[in-house]
């Protein structure tokens, strides 16, 4: 697979930022018990309404924003490395927030954005904290996958993508490989999203 050049944001979106949408959109503001800091990842967000965000800041900003692809989300995830995590073998303590990280959060909830070390590429979270809508629709292997990264699109397409795991997970559901799905209209308190912005 060879990517496009694309940007993906630091941080999965908060719920500072998100709120900014719903007040300027009129959709209503998610539920949660993370939203006493606005630095916590926004949760409760149906890819729908992910979609909406992207959208949104596209018209706002003048750039193309969306969601990332499973191959842009990988490459992110894996950040120069081949190993389980972007950070080694061993999940250990306190790289990640998930539900055998040994972090404060770990089992109970989502942490501030940025509360643990970047990887090599500069990204935070992309192993854990909470589980990431993708645009791709899913399918169950990659035998339809492009050589360009792009997201598998289908008109009939019952479940989207999702990726890294969260707070709630087992350490094996962080690994850069694993792969969960949803109905697009779902919305769980430990899954939300980060934007891809195009050049």
Do not use: M
Not at 74 to 88: D, M, Q
Not at 116 to 125: M, P, V, Y
Request: charged share 25%; glycine share 8%; hydrophobic share 35%.
């Amino acid at each position: 697979v060879t990517l496009s050049r694309f940007a993906l944001s630091k941080y999965e979106i908060t719920f500072q930022q998100y709120d900014r949408f719903a007040q300027a959109t009129g959709r209503a503001r998610p539920r949660s018990a993370g939203r006493g800091r606005a630095s916590r990842p926004v949760v409760h967000v149906s890819w729908r309404d992910a979609v909406a965000y992207t959208e949104w800041l596209s018209a706002r900003t003048g750039h193309r924003y969306r969601l990332p692809t499973e191959a842009e989300w990988e490459f992110a995830a894996r950040s120069g490395s081949i190993t389980r995590y972007w950070w080694g073998t061993e999940v250990g303590e306190a790289h990640a927030n998930c539900f055998d990280c040994g972090t404060e959060w770990s089992g109970r909830e989502a942490a501030p954005v940025g509360s643990f070390a970047a990887s090599a590429f500069g990204l935070h979270d992309l192993a854990g904290n909470v589980r990431e809508w993708l645009q791709d629709c899913y399918v169950p292997t990659y035998d339809s996958a492009s050589v360009d990264g792009s997201a598998v699109a289908s008109s009939q397409c019952p479940q989207r993508v999702i990726r890294g795991g969260s707070y709630a997970s087992a350490s094996p559901k962080l690994r850069v490989t694993t792969r969960d799905r949803a109905e697009p209209d779902t919305r769980l308190d430990d899954l939300g999203f980060r934007v891809v912005r195009e050049y």
